[in-house]
């Protein structure tokens, strides 16, 4: 990147790795520069929780507000019945109007923690639905006064388009309209909200960039989108995803502790690149102890850990995790904030077996890789080797909680309730 920026804005997101791609650097850059500009990121409602995944989207989001400007979070609550079809391999199963907004629910608890939709500054942030806008369409209305903007021919072109078709798979004419109401968004959001910027991953390039040029065709009107890079961590695994699953943003659907741990786990290799992206830590501080060798760089990793814990659910939450996970770690112990399956004595019955306490703690996705755990000698319990995978567990061995571990890092209590 040679552009060098006059807007603190465009400063943060060059200098600590947001940015992937610009329509207009110095259009924005100036337009930054001249004062409040409000901005978007959509995030579509197909679950109960974003993940890490939607993290530096979110990040974006907060530096835009921190450096005086607005943001705009848009949920789906419309777009989210039809599916971004971007880079899949098949179509979204389709959600209830009632699950979608349930899912908005779920979702919103998060932004609060992160951007400022209280303050009386000018810059206060908005969230907003397009179903506002989307669920009150006229078909025929639409398809004459917005539909004739585009031309097949060029969204046939999009990369998340001709990736699907190349490799023969279906795409729907209900995924095919996603585009189109994407764009629709931004020119909405533009006319109601003056929204000047949409912003969002490097895959919705061709979704943004339909957004501007129908907004230029209907009300002549030039507004810009910025690309943050896909994340990818250095051995190439997606971000967001764990040997147990998604990392969820959600208490109630990951642990603080959890979330924590997988920080803490984090590669060398991509440690200063986090403390960039997911942390407020000054530049040369993240080059610093991302830099470090050998033994070092696991207290650069509990830094980035409690900082981006901090930041989603509290400083307090932070320093429960690092207890716990020096308690076990470097102690023996089990800590106090250890992730835990309770089970009533009616759940075991005359017994259960090892192999399911593994997978119901999370521990392992399946039996099969519970079983390999034991064969391969990564399994522990109460922090002894076992190999066993045929132990029955009773009520009476959980008299005292029971601590199951699946390699170094990753462990889990069990409880009679």
Not at 53 to 68: A, D, N, P
Not at 70 to 95: C, H, N, W, Y
Not at 334 to 354: F, K, M, Q, V, Y
Not at 366 to 383: I, M, Q, Y
Request: hydrophobic fraction near 40%; glycine fraction near 8%.
């Amino acid at each position: 990147m040679t552009y060098h920026p006059k807007s603190d804005f465009m400063a943060v997101m060059i200098e600590r790795g947001f940015l992937a791609d610009c329509t207009d650097y110095q259009g924005l850059d100036e337009a930054l520069s001249k004062g409040v500009v409000p901005a978007y990121i959509g995030f579509d409602a197909t679950a109960t929780s974003l993940h890490v995944g939607s993290l530096i989207q979110i990040m974006m989001l907060r530096w835009l507000q921190k450096t005086g400007h607005q943001p705009i979070t848009l949920m789906g609550g419309g777009t989210t019945k039809v599916g971004d079809p971007s880079f899949r391999a098949d179509e979204r199963p389709l959600l209830t109007e009632d699950k979608i907004n349930q899912n908005i629910a779920g979702i919103k608890s998060v932004f609060a923690a992160y951007i400022d939709y209280e303050t009386d500054a000018p810059n206060k942030a908005l969230m907003l639905n397009n179903a506002e806008w989307l669920d009150g369409l006229n078909y025929l209305e639409f398809l004459r006064d917005i539909g004739k903007h585009f031309s097949v021919n060029r969204m046939l072109s999009f990369e998340s388009v001709k990736s699907r078709l190349d490799r023969e798979q279906s795409l729907s004419f209900l995924e095919f309209n996603y585009m189109i109401l994407q764009a629709y968004d931004f020119l909405e959001l533009n006319r109601r909200y003056g929204c000047m910027l949409q912003m969002g991953g490097s895959d919705q390039w061709g979704n943004i960039v339909n957004g501007i040029d129908l907004t230029r065709r209907v009300i002549d009107n030039s507004i810009f989108g910025l690309t943050s890079p896909l994340l990818t961590t250095s051995d190439g695994k997606k971000m967001g995803k764990s040997q147990s699953g998604a990392i969820w943003l959600n208490e109630d659907m990951l642990s603080s502790y959890e979330f924590w741990q997988f920080w803490r786990n984090t590669t060398d290799a991509d440690t200063g690149r986090f403390l960039k992206l997911y942390t407020e830590l000054p530049v040369a501080e993240c080059e610093r102890l991302g830099a470090l060798q050998g033994s070092d760089i696991n207290e650069a990793k509990i830094i980035l850990a409690n900082e981006v814990t901090a930041l989603l659910h509290g400083r307090e939450a932070a320093n429960a995790a690092e207890a716990t996970a020096r308690e076990v770690f470097e102690k023996g112990g089990t800590g106090n904030d250890l992730p835990t399956l309770e089970l009533t004595a009616d759940e075991i019955g005359d017994g259960i077996s090892i192999v399911q306490l593994f997978v119901r703690a999370g521990l392992a996705g399946t039996g099969k890789e519970a079983k390999r755990l034991f064969s391969d000698n990564g399994a522990k319990v109460n922090d002894a080797d076992h190999k066993d995978a045929g132990v029955m567990v009773t009520p009476a061995d959980l008299a005292t909680p029971m601590k199951l571990s699946a390699g170094k890092k990753r462990h889990a209590l069990v409880v009679l309730k």
